[in-house]
């Protein structure tokens, strides 16, 4: 079993270094009839890449651990990836306005389609110094201060608001204990349920815990193909019911974590596919996805009434774990 992303592509990874090798020394071949037979080797190489790529993604070899390994791939797309991708005129708001800041959840007012929107997403960093500045996309309390902040500009100024929800789980250190992460991370939920504008949130990565629903309790709830949604990481989860963090694909099971799982269970609105290969190896495929998803969910949210979109988030949310007894 792969303990993570690298180990579950590694065979790939090596196809595609061979690949590139082989196209950098095509580059440097002179003699024609050389570099006609290199091309032709590199064609069936890719073919052969093509295959193994498909075969790893078809969806029956794909499991809830090795879909929470492809929702933490290094080259997944961020946030703000997607915000550049999909927005104009983007700009970061910091600071909870109580003395704190927060760089794993990033915001701002933005232009959507030409509408103004409010962005709230968490945003993971791709080497070692962006990770510790990002504090892995792992929030802590004044993350959701800021966050609450933007909801009630949001609010004010008549603006939908789009979430991007990508963490293992809200920050577990000490400090965010003593000043409070659990208080926040409800009164941000709170105050989603208060909002009378539309609130679209895209699960475009890890949504681990309450670091997630903290910005997602949203009118409709998307979901990447290979993004993963649960209350627990599943290492998380295996240390704490068999003492062995290992047994992640057990408890990944366990948990019913993929977006299957939870459109089956209504936890979120769709799933929105992903090219063969994951979000990481077609990005710009994987914007255009989001943008339409996006798009469309607004569009009929913004048919609703004020008291409308208030009234259905909140109903929608407490319809969440009722089921009938039925007697046989």
Same mark, same amino acid.
């Given at each position: 079993?792969?303990?993570?992303? #690298?180990?579950?592509?590694?065979?790939?990874?090596?196809?595609?270094?061979?690949?590139?090798?082989?196209?950098?020394?095509?580059?440097?071949?002179?003699?024609?009839?050389?570099?006609?037979?290199?091309?032709?080797?590199?064609?069936?190489?890719?073919?052969?890449?093509?295959?193994?790529?498909?075969?790893?993604?078809?969806?029956?070899?794909? *499991?809830?651990?090795?879909? $929470?390994?492809?929702?933490?791939?290094?080259?997944?797309?961020?946030?703000?990836?997607?915000?550049?991708?999909?927005?104009?005129?983007?700009?970061?708001?910091?600071?909870?306005?109580? *003395?704190?800041?927060? #760089?794993?959840?990033?915001?701002?007012?933005?232009?959507?389609?030409?509408?103004?929107?409010?962005?709230?997403?968490?945003?993971?960093?791709?080497?070692?110094?962006?990770?510790?500045?990002? #504090?892995?996309? !792992?929030?802590?309390?004044?993350?959701?201060?800021?966050?609450?902040?933007?909801?009630?500009?949001?609010?004010?100024?008549? !603006?939908?608001?789009?979430?991007?929800?990508? $963490?293992?789980?809200?920050?577990?250190?000490? =400090?965010?204990?003593?000043?409070?992460?659990?208080?926040?991370?409800?009164?941000?939920?709170?105050?989603?349920?208060?909002?009378?504008? @539309?609130?679209?949130?895209?699960?475009? *990565?890890?949504?681990?815990?309450?670091?997630?629903? *903290?910005?997602?309790?949203?009118?409709?709830?998307?979901?990447?193909?290979?993004?993963?949604?649960?209350?627990? @990481?599943? =290492?998380?989860?295996?240390?704490?019911?068999?003492?062995?963090?290992?047994?992640?694909?057990?408890?990944? =099971?366990?948990?019913?974590?993929?977006?299957?799982?939870?459109? =089956?269970?209504?936890?979120?609105?769709?799933?929105?596919?992903?090219?063969?290969?994951?979000?990481?190896?077609?990005?710009?495929?994987?914007?255009?996805?989001?943008?339409?998803?996006?798009?469309?969910?607004?569009?009929?949210?913004? $048919?609703?009434?004020?008291?409308?979109?208030?009234?259905?988030?909140?109903?929608?949310?407490?319809?969440?774990?009722?089921?009938?007894?039925?007697?046989?």
């Amino acid at each position: 079993m792969p303990s993570n992303f #690298n180990e579950f592509e590694k065979e790939l990874r090596e196809i595609d270094e061979f690949i590139e090798k082989m196209k950098a020394e095509a580059r440097k071949e002179t003699n024609p009839t050389a570099l006609e037979a290199g091309q032709a080797k590199i064609l069936d190489l890719e073919k052969t890449r093509d295959r193994y790529l498909e075969m790893m993604y078809d969806p029956e070899n794909l *499991g809830p651990w090795e879909k $929470t390994l492809i929702a933490r791939a290094p080259k997944r797309p961020y946030t703000l990836d997607y915000v550049t991708a999909l927005c104009q005129d983007f700009t970061e708001l910091q600071g909870d306005r109580n *003395g704190f800041a927060d #760089n794993a959840i990033v915001g701002g007012p933005a232009l959507f389609e030409g509408t103004p929107v409010m962005i709230i997403g968490h945003q993971k960093g791709r080497d070692i110094q962006s990770r510790q500045f990002r #504090n892995f996309g !792992m929030a802590k309390p004044e993350g959701y201060r800021k966050a609450i902040r933007l909801f009630e500009m949001a609010e004010r100024f008549k !603006m939908p608001v789009i979430s991007f929800v990508d $963490t293992p789980a809200a920050d577990p250190g000490v =400090e965010s204990e003593s000043r409070g992460i659990s208080e926040a991370i409800a009164a941000s939920i709170m105050k989603m349920f208060a909002l009378t504008v @539309p609130t679209v949130a895209v699960v475009i *990565g890890e949504g681990g815990s309450g670091g997630a629903i *903290g910005i997602a309790a949203s009118s409709r709830v998307l979901m990447l193909e290979h993004s993963v949604y649960s209350v627990i @990481p599943p =290492e998380g989860c295996a240390a704490i019911l068999w003492r062995k963090p290992e047994m992640g694909k057990q408890a990944a =099971e366990a948990l019913k974590i993929s977006s299957a799982s939870a459109l =089956e269970y209504g936890i979120i609105d769709e799933i929105l596919p992903e090219p063969v290969g994951g979000a990481h190896r077609k990005p710009v495929e994987v914007y255009a996805t989001v943008r339409d998803g996006i798009s469309r969910h607004l569009a009929e949210l913004k $048919t609703m009434t004020p008291e409308q979109v208030k009234a259905e988030r909140f109903s929608k949310f407490r319809q969440m774990g009722i089921f009938d007894e039925v007697s046989v």
